[in-house]
């Protein structure tokens, strides 16, 4: 097994990796919430930004000026004294637009960076330009929001000149986290100054000043005893159980992967998890929510996100609203939950990602008795039939988006599906599931629950989930036939644009035309049925009456049938057509290209955005 402690050493020392990442985190965040004075707080955001994200090697932070609307320089590391008088309004260039929308921007090639700061302003292109003397030579940008709760408060961000590939999907969940801490350390020090300023100015408050310095003195201490525990590897029910303490009343964590609670509970609204998640499935903001059931239960849910990504809910039961303080304990410990979950999805994707990339070696392998050897470190030991499904999601959110609800899917079918001899994981959007089963009998039984779990996805999301599916009889050495035919049959339902699931042997000869472009199959029947579409209103009707000719298998009666004319018409009219392609029906290869032309058409171009028209208009 020396390949196998191989992979776990590795995993060991990713885990490692993953570990010292979140000491610099916890390191920063102590460093951040250890002072209150605005420009201090903003200058060791920065300094520790640069820290975490190592190959950044300049960057600001720009908040967010009311009066005119536009995002500010606040501070800056790297960057001469041009970059001050960088500002933005609100969705213009990168910075403008990840703060307007709220999503995270990763762009890794200068040309992208270039293409994205297209609506820049000439001024400001100039300052940026100016700020850093290698600007020209741009290799990567970072761009996160900051925001406390639903406020949007500002926007961080860094630079890469010198390394290819510098700044990675790492940095960027890193970043992320440390920007919803950075928000709370921002919000504190603001309030903290808001507070010294009303001092002086209004003496009169001094009652209402005192209860805001002690309720800043409550959220700083309960920020650091809780990202204490964090920072002691304590774990999430040590700190759920601290606030639970803290507020003096119960509440749960409930994931939204595996549906598990955090402490364990054998809750009675379980059964409307579902539920519960689907409504905050989008939704950002905590609510007051009614649980029908068996009876009604009422429930204060606060969804825990990181980024665009749900994570899972908070749910305090009962009717009774929460105080000032409630909601405080809630603000600082939802960011130190999110981190905590990150902390164990990290090592989860980890391991997802070695186990991907031994299954692709695996499946290169062709020598017998050593691809034997890897099945056994996959877990998989031989028996006759070999079953290979690909499953990927697809809809329109961001790809960490839709990475979280792979995970999910398969948290769905690891429930169903019976793991012994079996490989399940997941990789950016795709699903693998690969089993040696023993017989037939299992075959079908897998392939049951494979096709019953997809449309219970289907069913509830709006996320697409397809997939394809291949199985036969196995040799050692040979699953990566199996598993390119449940590629095909993947391939198959994307270019049709259709949902659930389809088995290789099913396309057909679909399969021999599943690695044309729409262009090669255009052109295919462009040059076959050319001169019908040269006049294509005049000629409908005798491509009309083609294509039906072609589907009732030439049958004359049940082809005039469906046309509604005689059989003496619907013969002058293929006589027609014949004369207009050049081509003889009663010849064999022919009649055989027309008949391909149609099956090509109505398989692969019918439904999509390509569909040939008239030749020489200039569209496809």
Request: some cysteine; glycine content about 4%.
């Amino acid at each position: 097994m020396e390949g196998n402690e191989v992979f776990l050493k590795q995993l060991s020392l990713e885990n490692q990796k993953a570990l010292d990442h979140v000491m610099n985190l916890m390191e920063s965040f102590r460093a951040m919430n250890s002072t209150l004075e605005l420009d201090e707080v903003l200058k060791k955001i920065m300094h520790y930004a640069l820290n975490i994200v190592e190959t950044a090697e300049a960057g600001y932070i720009q908040m967010l000026d009311e009066t005119s609307n536009k995002l500010i320089i606040k501070a800056y590391v790297g960057f001469n004294h041009n970059i001050s008088f960088f500002k933005v309004n609100v969705g213009e260039s990168i910075t403008g637009k990840v703060f307007r929308d709220g999503c995270v921007r990763l762009i890794t090639s200068r040309e992208e960076i270039y293409n994205s700061m297209g609506d820049l302003s000439r001024e400001n292109f100039e300052f940026i330009e100016k700020a850093h003397y290698n600007n020209e030579n741009i290799k990567s940008i970072l761009t996160v929001p900051v925001s406390f709760g639903t406020n949007r408060i500002g926007v961080m961000t860094l630079h890469c000149f010198d390394i290819e590939d510098g700044i990675s999907e790492i940095d960027l969940h890193l970043l992320q986290s440390f920007a919803s801490q950075a928000a709370i350390a921002l919000y504190n020090a603001k309030l903290h100054t808001e507070v010294q300023k009303t001092l002086l100015e209004a003496t009169h408050l001094s009652q209402r000043l005192k209860e805001t310095n002690t309720l800043l003195e409550k959220r700083t201490n309960i920020h650091n005893l809780l990202t204490g525990l964090s920072v002691q590897n304590r774990g999430l029910n040590a700190i759920i159980l601290e606030m639970n303490t803290l507020m003096k009343r119960k509440f749960v964590y409930v994931d939204y992967l595996e549906g598990t609670f955090s402490p364990k509970h054998d809750k009675h609204f379980a059964e409307s998890l579902d539920d519960i998640f689907f409504l905050f499935r989008t939704k950002t903001k905590p609510a007051y929510v009614s649980i029908y059931d068996t009876v009604s239960i009422d429930c204060y849910i606060y969804p825990v996100r990181s980024g665009s990504i749900l994570l899972g809910c908070l749910i305090v039961e009962g009717n009774a609203r929460l105080s000032q303080l409630d909601h405080l304990i809630i603000e600082q410990g939802a960011p130190i939950l999110s981190l905590e979950i990150m902390k164990l999805r990290s090592q989860t994707e980890i391991m997802y990602k070695k186990t991907y990339e031994t299954y692709q070696q695996f499946l290169k392998i062709k020598n017998p008795k050593q691809a034997e050897i890897v099945a056994e470190e996959l877990g998989i030991h031989n028996h006759s039939f070999l079953l290979t499904a690909l499953i990927e999601l697809d809809g329109n959110i961001d790809l960490h988006s839709l990475e979280n609800e792979a995970l999910l899917l398969l948290a769905h079918l690891k429930e169903k599906m019976p793991l012994k001899n079996s490989l399940l994981f997941s990789y950016n959007n795709k699903i693998t599931i690969f089993s040696s089963v023993q017989n037939a009998n299992q075959e079908a039984l897998w392939k049951e629950i494979i096709e019953s779990g997809i449309k219970w996805w289907n069913e509830r999301y709006t996320v697409v989930a397809r997939g394809g599916i291949s199985t036969g009889y196995y040799y050692h050495g040979q699953a990566e036939e199996n598993h390119l035919k449940a590629e095909k049959a993947l391939l198959y339902l994307r270019k049709q644009k259709e949902k659930g699931i389809i088995h290789y042997k099913k396309i057909g000869i679909s399969s021999f035309f599943l690695d044309r472009s729409p262009a090669e199959i255009d052109a295919f029947l462009r040059e076959t049925f050319s001169q019908l579409w040269t006049d294509q209103e005049k000629n409908d009707e005798l491509i009309h009456t083609l294509f039906t000719y072609i589907q009732n298998n030439r049958s004359m009666t049940f082809t005039a049938k469906e046309l509604h004319i005689h059989t003496n018409t619907l013969y002058h009219r293929i006589k027609k057509i014949e004369d207009i392609l050049d081509l003889d029906f009663n010849h064999y290869e022919d009649y055989l290209k027309v008949q391909l032309g149609f099956y090509l058409f109505k398989t692969f171009l019918e439904h999509s955005d390509m569909v040939p028209v008239t030749p020489g208009n200039g569209d496809t």
